[in-house]
């Protein structure tokens, strides 16, 4: 108990309880908040709520830490020099008004590029205040971490669907059989994928009867749960999956079942599968041939079963056709928009006919300095180094940045740096001074999450099943507290030169006129009274409603996807060099880039170490612990060992958005446990051709020992260990290396 402000007296703290949705990642979990006094103190499970039953996570429970981190800015800082000082919001927005409107009658419009971060889909902010932004601000550099991340399922479902942002979703509860490719969910707690307690679900499709696998090559906590695990060589799970197509057609359990009247395409597919068998790309893969048979007569003798594939697939060399492949395979074996297979979810703000039929395009305008497509209104986050440094008519000469932290989620993430400390003017909507908030010139930071209200625009899209949940701010913002919506509503006016509009109720007013032109006619009002949210069934079919090709129908061999078939092919042709790849990997206890600051989250072991399989530790007499270098074409950084039989030989992992280092960062905690910056070493040159997606998987790279190791090597207590399963077993290795001596 606390003493009050009399002598003697004896004030209690105000308990107040507020339900809300975790905005940290895609699961959006119910959280029952506590708070005192008007502080957070605890985030628990809302046991209530219709999706999530009472789960969280620990990025969850801190929750609290994040609201009240000392670190967290809460007024906005204007740079001079290296000179940070705290001025009034209508300062900060004259500071942005200046800066931009300098830029702009010097250089023009396109000389401004935004590049929009991934807590930007998490916000209320993303309905509404995204686009007038990007619009007023006219240019044509619009950058987003959907480039270094789930590009390639868009292009793909435009292609096959005619709409970018169809994307089908495991049915989780009702799968018999899933088949989970480059995803770590167990960790992750799902992506393209709303799923709560998604390993309580995974549990539950094993308890029913039903089975899952997963193909990675790490032996992950997701597929070491997983009633098959095959590993598979970074960067080949197009050819698995074209040889998983391949073995359908062969043995005739294509079984399109509904399906058949509403595809075009099945014939010019069985064409190009023709020469992908499995005995052909065995070897690339690392699998034998037998295992993808037996996956592929699996797949199709299931009662129900979906193909599910992310980062893993996606920030790869061949990402859209894996994507691609994803969905043929749901296609070709009648799970596509049926019960337990993979189906479109139907948001609560979604009109049930949400627009006429339109050719999906991409490329309608290209990148000055490399010439590459634009995708969904979007260039390649991996040219935006580029279009920064190299000088010449059209060159960025400022940013605007929302929720985003480039400087480490970007390939080639130094020359990112360097381009940017370079540029006329920076302005950060963030609430940290970080890796990238360190180049602004203005950082507006917005309120957090306890006195922002809530609505998921992007993941109710996306949920495994359909539901609503809207809340306002637990704790009522103070007038110097502004939101994302604010701050992006006071850009837009500073872009367009009109006078600012924008009051705190406004956000509510949109999702209300959305929610009651949405498919279940809900409003704000319902929502406010089912504070756990209102449960709106299970996914139903919607082909042929969800397609918006031109035909009307899935378009299941796009011509633009089966160019670039004859690319793959010559993947077959590659000759091992003996070299290592380097992939990723996520922590439950970690969030990208900006989660290490806070203490209940960075405790514990190190996690940014290098993972190293025995074989290959014992070869370059490396042991747990021990520094090791690691060296690709881009750059070089050394990292603590971690050797395990997890990781497949001829591949380490090393997780990003670590590397909290260099001068001017206020981020007490997350310096104290820096980690390295694996997107020091990703290659920005290098990007998927369908989509700009960045290649962040299956870098070639050397790996040594960082100085000479003094102790005996002894075979590491992992080398015997007997859970490396059957199927992982090493295949070819990598590309030919061309690496700085
Ligand atoms: N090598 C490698 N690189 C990767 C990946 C990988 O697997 N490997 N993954 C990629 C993926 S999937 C993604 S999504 C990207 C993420 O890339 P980014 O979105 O660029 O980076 P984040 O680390 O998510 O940083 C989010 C930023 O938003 C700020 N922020 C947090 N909450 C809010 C808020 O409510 N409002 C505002 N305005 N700002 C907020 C944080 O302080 C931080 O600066 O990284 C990608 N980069
Ligand atoms: N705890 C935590 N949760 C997160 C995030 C986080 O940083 N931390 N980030 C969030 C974001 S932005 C996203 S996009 C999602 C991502 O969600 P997931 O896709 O589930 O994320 P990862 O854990 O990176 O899983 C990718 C897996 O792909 C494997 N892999 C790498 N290369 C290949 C390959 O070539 N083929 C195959 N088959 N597998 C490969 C890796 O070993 C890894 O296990 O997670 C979200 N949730
Ligand atoms: S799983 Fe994701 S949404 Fe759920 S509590 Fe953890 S961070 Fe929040
Ligand atoms: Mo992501």
Request: proline share 8%; hydrophobic share 40%.
């Amino acid at each position: 108990m606390r003493q009050g402000p009399g002598p003697g007296r004896v004030k209690l703290p105000t308990v107040a309880t507020a339900f809300r949705v975790c905005p940290l990642c895609e699961a959006a979990c119910g959280l029952e908040l506590t708070l005192e006094d008007g502080r957070l103190v605890t985030a628990r499970g809302d046991e209530g709520h219709v999706l999530s039953h009472g789960f969280i996570c620990p990025k969850g429970a801190a929750l609290p830490q994040l609201v009240n981190d000392p670190d967290r800015l809460r007024r906005p800082l204007v740079r001079h020099a290296s000179e940070w000082r705290q001025v009034t919001w209508d300062e900060a927005f004259v500071a942005v008004e200046d800066g931009l409107r300098e830029v702009v009658a010097r250089t023009g419009k396109d000389s401004v590029a935004v590049y929009l971060g991934n807590p930007t889909v998490h916000s209320l902010a993303y309905g509404g205040y995204i686009a007038p932004l990007l619009k007023a601000l006219g240019t044509r550099n619009r950058y987003s971490a959907a480039t270094v991340d789930q590009m390639p399922k868009h292009v793909s479902c435009g292609f096959l669907y005619g709409d970018p942002l169809a994307i089908p979703v495991p049915d989780l509860d009702r799968t018999q059989f899933l088949l989970i490719l480059g995803a770590n969910p167990w960790e992750s707690n799902g992506s393209l994928a709303t799923a709560p307690d998604f390993r309580g679900r995974l549990k539950a499709i094993q308890a029913r009867g039903g089975r899952f696998a997963v193909v990675d090559p790490r032996r992950t906590a997701t597929a070491a749960h997983a009633d098959l695990h095959v590993g598979i060589r970074p960067g080949a799970d197009a050819l698995l999956l074209f040889a998983l197509v391949h073995v359908l057609f062969e043995e005739g359990l294509v079984r399109m079942g509904r399906l058949e009247d509403h595809v075009n395409g099945v014939q010019a597919v069985r064409e190009l599968a023709g020469d992908f068998t499995p005995a052909r790309v065995a070897q690339t893969c690392g699998i034998e041939p037998h295992v993808i048979v037996s996956l592929a007569r699996e797949l199709a003798a299931a009662p129900s079963a979906a193909v599910y594939a992310r980062i893993g697939t996606c920030t790869v060399e061949f990402g859209t056709l894996a994507q691609w492949l994803v969905d043929v395979l749901n296609v070709l074996t009648g799970n596509l928009d049926r019960p337990g297979g993979a189906m479109f979810p139907l948001a609560a703000h979604t009109p049930a006919d949400h627009g006429g039929r339109r050719e999906f395009v991409t490329g309608r305008w290209r990148t000055r300095v490399r010439g590459l497509a634009e995708v969904l209104g979007e260039f390649p986050t991996a040219a935006l180094a580029e279009e920064m440094d190299i000088p010449g008519e059209g060159q960025i000469r400022a940013l605007v940045t929302v929720a985003g932290n480039p400087a480490r989620s970007a390939p080639n993430s130094d020359r990112l740096e360097r381009a940017m400390s370079q540029l006329d003017f920076i302005v950060c909507i963030d609430p940290y001074l970080n890796e990238t908030t360190r180049y602004a010139h203005v950082i507006l930071p917005p309120t957090d999450p306890s006195r922002t209200g809530h609505y998921d625009y992007a993941f109710s899209g996306l949920a495994i099943r359909n539901h609503a949940a809207y809340s306002r701010p637990a704790v009522e913002p103070g007038p110097d507290d502004l939101d994302d919506c604010a701050i992006l509503s006071r850009l837009t006016a500073i872009a367009t030169g009109r006078p600012p509009t924008f009051s705190p109720s406004e956000p509510e007013e949109r999702l209300d006129q959305a929610l009651r032109a949405g498919s279940y006619g809900l409003s704000v009002e319902k929502l406010l009274k089912t504070p756990h949210g209102v449960d709106l069934g299970a996914l139903q079919p919607r082909i042929p409603d969800v397609l918006r090709t031109a035909d009307g129908r899935i378009n299941l061999c796009p011509p633009a996807i089966a160019a670039d078939v004859p690319r793959l092919r010559t993947a077959l042709e590659r000759a091992d060099d003996g070299g290592f790849v380097l992939i990723g990997r996520r922590h439950l206890r970690s969030n990208n880039s900006w989660m290490h600051n806070l203490p209940m989250l960075v405790s514990g072991p190190d996690r940014c170490t290098l993972q190293v399989n025995p074989e290959d530790a014992e070869r370059l007499r490396l042991r747990t612990g021990d520094e090791a270098r690691i060296t690709s074409r881009v750059g070089s950084l050394v990292a603590p060992v971690e050797v395990t039989s997890a990781i497949a030989p001829g591949v380490v992992s090393l997780p990003h958005g670590w590397g909290h280092d260099g001068p001017g960062l206020r981020l007490g905690t997350a310096v104290e446990h820096a980690g390295v910056n694996s997107n020091a070493l990703t290659d920005e040159l290098v990007v998927e051709p369908l989509s700009g997606n960045a290649v962040l998987n299956g870098i070639t790279v050397r790996v040594e020992a960082a100085r000479p190791i003094q102790h005996q090597i002894r075979p590491n207590a992992e080398v015997r260990s007997p859970i490396v399963p059957e199927t992982l077993v090493s295949g070819r290795r990598g590309t030919p290396p061309a690496l700085p001596e």
